[in-house]
């Protein structure tokens, strides 16, 4: 699952507990704005990467400012099957690692502890659900498909699916897309210059210089992508499909960044009945809640709770989800001549590098620096 998802299941699971939450029953008592929340994100799959669980805690300001902090030093373990325990490595503040290879299986059952500021905390017991796999993708141009900001509709290319529903059982799925795209540019400086020697070290630096005005871009120093992740909830129960084919599911609506090919990874999880509860709540309350002060319907309640302090709030989830991952090339040969593509700049500007001269040293590459959103990590599938 990617970070982008999850945030905004933290986004939202914060917005509700703000205004009113309800503790697991049988403790009803309603908390304020004014108290400070644990924030669980969690993903445990079948598949060795995107496995971890992230701790952070908001601090409640004056009115609706709230601060968010990283939960360090916190001792997390899973336990399977009721016996088994694996402990969890920080690898950063506040984030979580399972040790190298380690992936859930199919059939066993996790649950999660962690003990962080002298409290205990918990999740229910979550069992993995085995996947059907995913039978075809493809994808459609489509002329009009995205809408900006300013409500002006941009081509797109859509993604879509197609898998076997089994018939023996409910089942409730879940999608998640990350789409790579080759960037060549790694750095802007605005209103000057861009140096990377040994007075900047290795990241280099941007110098403003008297009287320059306007933006100027920098290569990479090696290949290098940028990664998009999905940014809304897909979710779909079985109660119209069940035992049929999932024909045309829509997975990805993508703006057209590029003319030439970029690749997608594509994941179905197999979900449970509570945890598609969860996040069809989150989807709900999120596209009808206006803001803070709406008071929402339905009160969010995730899977985690402190067994030390019943008045804790905790939001998130730790989702336990098994999947089939695939890796799908758009090869853009469907896109129309003359269609604009938005680009990799974030401003929809075509680059500027600076100008060479007479100095051979200039203009500098600039290092592709790794994060969430960038990586000069080669992406499985990629096609030269």
Not at 106 to 132: D, V
Request: hydrophobic fraction near 30%.
């Amino acid at each position: 699952m990617s970070n982008n998802l999850l945030s905004i299941l933290k986004k939202a699971a914060i917005a509700f507990l703000l205004v009113s939450v309800a503790c697991v029953d049988p403790y009803l008592k309603r908390f304020t704005g004014t108290q400070d929340i644990i924030i669980v994100e969690s993903i445990l799959s079948d598949q060795v990467m995107g496995n971890y669980v992230s701790l952070t805690e908001s601090k409640a300001g004056d009115g609706f400012n709230t601060s968010y902090q990283p939960l360090k030093g916190a001792q997390v373990t899973v336990k399977i099957n009721d016996s088994e325990t694996i402990a969890l490595q920080e690898t950063e503040s506040g984030y979580y690692a399972y040790p190298n290879g380690f992936k859930g299986e199919p059939g066993n059952t996790y649950q999660l502890f962690f003990t962080t500021k002298g409290q205990n905390f918990e999740s229910r017991k979550e069992t993995m659900l085995a996947a059907p796999v995913i039978e075809n993708i493809y994808h459609e141009f489509d002329s009009r498909g995205i809408k900006d900001l300013d409500g002006k509709l941009s081509p797109s290319q859509k993604v879509y699916i197609d898998t076997s529903d089994p018939v023996e059982s409910r089942d409730f799925y879940m999608w998640n897309w990350t789409l790579f795209e080759e960037q060549l540019w790694c750095k802007t400086c605005d209103n000057g210059y861009y140096y990377r020697d040994n007075s900047t070290g290795p990241l280099g630096e941007c110098r403003e210089e008297r009287f320059r005005r306007g933006k100027f871009d920098y290569l990479c120093d090696t290949r290098c992508w940028d990664v998009f992740s999905q940014t809304e909830i897909n979710i779909m129960k079985d109660e119209f499909s069940n035992g049929q084919t999932i024909k045309g599911r829509l997975i990805a609506n993508l703006p057209i960044y590029q003319l030439t090919g970029s690749l997608v990874q594509v994941q179905q999880f197999s979900i449970s009945e509570e945890t598609y509860k969860y996040l069809n709540l989150v989807q709900t309350q999120g596209q009808n809640t206006g803001g803070l002060a709406d008071t929402p319907p339905v009160t969010l309640i995730g899977n985690v709770s402190s067994t030390t302090d019943f008045n804790q709030p905790v939001a998130g989830y730790f989702i336990v989800a098994s999947s089939d991952q695939k890796l799908y090339w758009l090869d853009k040969q469907d896109i129309p001549k003359g269609t604009i593509a938005l680009g990799l700049l974030g401003d929809g500007r075509s680059a500027r590098p600076e100008p060479s001269g007479m100095d051979l040293t200039r203009p500098p590459l600039a290092p592709c620096i790794k994060s969430d959103k960038r990586t000069s990590v080669k992406p499985e599938g990629w096609i030269n």
